[in-house]
């Protein structure tokens, strides 16, 4: 079992930043593949950026690149995403996942575990 506890969300103007972090307990979170995804109302869930497991490199999705990085801490067994350039569109709750096959994907189902979410809100 992995349980996963995001935080750092809230309200913020268009333009700022937030830091999101996810925390990690349980198995083989060192050999997992970590993904955030965010969800708006009434929209299908999106993904956001994904990390390996050992690799500090971040993959993002098109409306993410250049603003958003993604990183991970190890010893900690913590995921963050630090968002700048906020948007009123990157309004939405914000989820972390764990992949615990180590594959990093921006396939949502192949994701084994899911934190509950924390909201985040743009302003205009």
């Known amino acids: 079992q992995v349980q996963l506890l995001e935080s750092g969300g809230g309200l913020v103007q268009a333009g700022g930043s937030l830091r999101l972090t996810c925390a990690a307990s349980?198995?083989?979170?060192?050999?997992?593949?970590m993904g955030w995804f965010r969800q708006a109302p009434g929209k299908e869930r999106q993904f956001v950026a994904a990390i390996g497991a050992s690799s500090p490199v971040g993959f993002y999705s098109e409306s993410t690149e250049g603003r958003f990085s993604i990183s991970r801490d190890n010893v900690k067994n913590t995921v963050y995403l630090q968002m700048n350039s906020l948007k009123p569109d990157d309004t939405g709750t914000y989820f972390c996942?764990?992949?615990?096959?180590?594959?990093?994907?921006?396939?949502?189902?192949?994701?084994?575990?899911w934190g509950q979410g924390t909201q985040v809100t743009v302003s205009s």
């Open positions: 349980g198995r083989d979170f060192e050999l997992s593949a």
């Open positions: 996942a764990a992949q615990l096959d180590g594959i990093v994907t921006e396939t949502a189902h192949q994701y084994q575990y």
